[in-house]
């Protein structure tokens, strides 16, 4: 098993060759907004690192969000680029489910990410859909958070491999946007 995992949704950048044993991590932590100019570079390194190419990979896995609306398309549009080329099967990563994973953020089985201006992206692993609740919310107490993907990546390597074993491919990478982008709430007056 080898897969390429990229994950642009957080100011941290991440490209990782995940294999059944090891993990090649490339992370740039607070790479802010240079993941278009950096990740390809990124990638280079991590498929260099892993001793492979881009042939020998098995599958792609990226990070969906939710998260930045443009690291967001910046992740999925590289990885539908990659598969252009060299076709393989896409594996989509909700972050909130990584996070909510993790032993890093505290195995909860509820995650929050901070969305800004006084909101958390949150996601209560009880049937109700990944929504937005506010700073001080009940719901978010105990969630596990994280500040950047370096700190959930355990719980995306952990869901990738879980996926990719069960066969569970996505047939294409879709965003998952929680709100509308400042741009468009800008456009629509709110």
Do not use: W
Request: overall charge negative; charged content about 20%.
């Amino acid at each position: 098993m080898n897969i390429l995992y990229i994950d642009t949704t957080t100011p941290d950048l991440i490209a990782a060759v995940i294999r059944d044993g090891s993990v090649t991590d490339v992370t740039e932590r607070a790479a802010g907004v240079h993941h278009s100019e950096r990740l390809c570079g990124a990638v280079a390194q991590a498929l260099k690192c892993a001793q492979i190419t881009f042939a020998d990979l098995d599958a792609y896995a990226c990070a969906i969000g939710p998260g930045s609306f443009t690291g967001i398309r910046i992740g999925i549009s590289t990885v539908k680029g990659y598969c252009a080329a060299v076709k393989r099967p896409y594996i989509a990563v909700n972050c909130l489910q990584a996070i909510a994973i993790s032993r890093r953020c505290g195995s909860t089985g509820k995650a929050v990410i901070d969305a800004g201006n006084g909101y958390y992206f949150a996601d209560y692993n009880s049937g109700i859909a990944p929504c937005l609740v506010q700073y001080g919310d009940d719901r978010a107490t105990g969630a596990g958070s994280a500040s950047g993907a370096a700190d959930y990546f355990d719980g995306a390597v952990e869901l990738v491999r879980a996926q990719f074993a069960a066969g569970s491919f996505d047939t294409e990478l879709k965003p998952m946007y929680i709100r509308r982008s400042q741009a468009e709430d800008n456009l629509h007056g709110n």
